[in-house]
């Protein structure tokens, strides 16, 4: 399968403080990218879709302004949780999409923050 | 209703069987469906995807779906204890990956 990478892999901070996650596509270019969180024993929730060359699109309920997304180049996507809190706790995990006839969708390893 | 739903499980099976893991979805425009395996405190991992109506079979799962039912299934044969995660479907709806809440499986040596 083809291979996305994220760092950090965890995160440990402290409350008001920003986080950064990138995600990045390894052997093949992404035009789009998908990030989730995921709580303990419940399933992922989609949180945005990270659109090369323009702004992404957040899913209902998701604040923006927390959780700037910007996706630089083809291969790279990054997640910025703004004004972190302990409720923003979370495993945070990018997927991108091989571009093809069934666009299969391929995970990074997660990011797991611990807001202090 | 939700949009994905799986069996709750937690299912267990012993070495050797079946396993049979359940997926009903609610987007009839949903054209392809996949089936993700997610060990625990790891993200998940592709398995397979099937996007006709019938069988798919690679290696030892087989997908089934049936697009008139709105339901898809995964068959694990020779059942594992590696094969010890929890399995999450998802209809490929617009691009996006709707996940149901994942099923629970034990495989017992």
Not at chain 2, 52 to 76: C, H, M, P, W
Not at chain 2, 82 to 107: H, M, R, W
């Amino acid at each position: 399968g083809a291979v996305v990478s994220q760092h950090p892999s965890w995160v440990i901070c402290k409350s008001g403080t920003s986080v950064k996650i990138e995600c990045r596509s390894l052997d093949f270019q992404a035009t789009t990218m998908f990030w989730y969180r995921q709580f303990p024993k419940q399933s992922l929730m989609l949180m945005a879709t990270s659109n090369e060359g323009s702004k992404a699109t957040y899913e209902q309920g998701v604040e923006k302004d927390k959780f700037l997304i910007n996706h630089a180049s083809l291969t790279l996507s990054t997640l910025t949780v703004t004004s972190a809190h302990p409720e923003d706790s979370s495993f945070y995990i990018c997927s991108a999409p091989r571009l093809g006839p069934y666009n299969e969708q391929f995970f990074g390893p997660g990011t797991r923050l611990t807001v202090l | 209703q939700k949009e994905v739903e799986q069996n709750s499980g937690p299912l267990s099976v012993p070495e050797g069987a079946i396993a049979s893991l359940n997926c009903t979805y609610s987007d009839r425009g949903s054209q392809s469906f996949f089936w993700y395996r997610q060990y625990s405190g790891k993200s998940p991992e592709l398995i397979m995807f099937i996007y006709s109506n019938g069988d798919k079979e690679d290696g030892r799962f087989t997908a089934q779906l049936n697009k008139a039912s709105q339901y898809v299934s995964l068959l694990i044969r020779d059942s594992q204890p590696s094969d010890s995660a929890t399995y999450l479907c998802a209809p490929n709806q617009g691009g996006k990956l709707i996940f149901g809440q994942g099923t629970e499986l034990s495989v017992k040596p």
